[in-house]
């Protein structure tokens, strides 16, 4: 990443409530489509904690903020969220750009 290349990074961290992280995966999955099917959006990840039981992180970025906060006040997320929303205790989110990105040595190579 260099140059004028900005990604605007949502993290969210998702405290599930005890027995049902099994049924919230499966959920996220089916509705992740309605986060990357937007074209302002890179791609998306959903990570379990090793550290803390039945917390999750959820890694999202943006071509910008911008349009970030219009998907995420749209009617759509609103569903998504409510789709999810059972299986929550707590949650928080927090917003950043990427400074810098360095790849390791033991990523894939992509060739063109």
């Not at 409530?17 to 992740?32: A, H, I, N, Q, S």
């Not at 569903?79 to 059972?86: G, S, V």
Request: some cysteine; hydrophobic content about 35%.
């Amino acid at each position: 990443m260099g140059g004028t290349d900005v990604v605007f990074r949502v993290l969210l961290r998702m405290e599930i409530r005890p027995g049902l992280e099994r049924e919230f995966e499966e959920t996220w999955y089916k509705v992740g489509h309605e986060i990357t099917d937007q074209p302002a959006n890179l791609g998306q990840w959903l990570c379990r904690s090793t550290d803390e039981q039945s917390v999750y992180y959820v890694i999202s970025d943006w071509v910008d903020e911008p349009r970030f906060r219009e998907f995420e006040h749209s009617p759509g997320h609103v569903e998504h969220r409510t789709k999810l929303h059972p299986y929550r205790t707590a949650g928080t989110m927090a917003t950043m750009t990427v400074v810098h990105q360095m790849t390791g040595a033991g990523a894939p190579v992509v060739s063109s």
